[in-house]
């Protein structure tokens, strides 16, 4: 019997990739308009690509892409992507489809919510409380709370200590096959893949259940 979830944030309570691009589309513009030379269409790749070097929640991101363009930082355009990044941003932060009546039934139902992510606690937790959906949660098992990131066993085993609850009585949801499934079947924890916010992955997958729509965890338990 499941008597307890683990989620994963991004991709898998929230379309993050979605958002992100958004966010930083809308800063590409922001800079070009406050008198930045460059193509929007470049300027979105090579943040894509400091991102992907420097991890997608790097604060500084816009003014290592201005020092590695122009040399130097402009605080003017720099204050002006960083406004308008964070305007959609926050503005984008919507959960998926069938989230919010999802949690409250098993909400409902008794079973404990809680979230490991390797997003740092503050962001987490903004992101819940944006969705409106902070109070279903237990508590949140983030980077600072190991210094690892998943797979690694310490954020599953720290979350199990605080469900108290044997691993075969919980579930892990996430999107990440390498990191969040792996990790979980690490430590006996059940796993489902978030099919829904990672669908282009065409690699092996090894979790004991797969959904294309968060409501379907409604029938596995």
Not at 100 to 121: N, Q, S, Y
Request: charged share 30%.
């Amino acid at each position: 019997m499941i008597k307890a979830i683990i989620f994963d944030v991004d991709n898998t309570l929230i379309d993050f990739l979605l958002m992100k691009d958004m966010s930083i589309k809308a800063a590409a513009s922001a800079m070009i308009d406050s008198g930045l030379e460059e193509k929007k269409e470049s300027i979105v790749a090579d943040l894509w690509k400091l991102l992907g070097k420097h991890g997608y929640e790097d604060s500084k991101v816009f003014q290592r892409y201005l020092k590695e363009t122009t040399g130097t930082i402009d605080y003017r355009v720099l204050a002006s992507a960083v406004n308008a990044y964070r305007r959609v941003r926050t503005g984008f932060l919507e959960p998926f489809p069938h989230v919010i009546a999802t949690l409250t039934e098993l909400f409902k139902r008794g079973v404990i919510l809680a979230v490991v992510t390797d997003a740092p606690k503050l962001k987490a937790w903004i992101r819940l409380t944006a969705m409106r959906i902070d109070h279903l949660f237990s508590f949140v098992v983030a980077f600072e709370d190991t210094h690892e990131h998943k797979p690694s066993r310490k954020p599953f085993e720290i979350a199990l200590k605080k469900l108290k609850v044997k691993p075969k009585e919980c579930l892990m949801i996430g999107d990440s096959p390498d990191r969040d499934v792996e990790g979980a079947k690490n430590l006996g924890i059940k796993s489902c893949f978030a099919r829904y916010g990672n669908p282009n992955y065409d690699g092996k997958i090894k979790a004991d259940y797969e959904i294309k729509d968060i409501k379907e965890i409604l029938k596995l338990i």
